[in-house]
């Protein structure tokens, strides 16, 4: 899974604990941040992680595309169908689809 995914789901609460942490460094240094400074900076630490994030999957992944050698990645490509993590190992992955060479005519 990238990480950018688990900062994703995570925002709402990576939100709060930055807030928290900044409130409690406002404590032990005896100083009182306003709630519009702690919006304001809150807001900007938690952007500046999720596009940090973003940069370090796109990149990992841009690495990975450019290397012939996928011996280390946890990716399968075949025939432009890329399988991740656990897939390539489940029964799901297996299965093939055949047609027939030729379909019967249906009689008029």
């Known amino acids: 899974m ?18 928290a942490s900044f409130q409690a ?3 032990i240094c005896g100083r009182s941040f306003n709630g519009g400074f702690l919006l304001v900076v809150s807001t900007a630490a ?3 992680i999720l596009l940090t994030t973003l940069t370090w999957d796109v990149s990992r992944k841009a690495t990975c595309a450019f290397h012939r050698d996928h011996r280390d990645s946890r990716e399968v490509c075949k025939g432009g169908i890329c399988w991740h993590g656990v897939a390539p190992r489940s029964p799901a992955s ?15």
């Open 25 to 27: 460094c406002g404590f």
């Open 46 to 48: 938690v952007i500046l």
């Open 2 to 19: 990238a990480i950018s995914d688990v900062v994703a789901r995570n925002l709402t609460t990576i939100f709060l604990a930055l807030m």
């Open 94 to 108: 297996q299965v093939r689809f055949r047609l027939p060479r030729q379909l019967p005519l249906a009689p008029l």
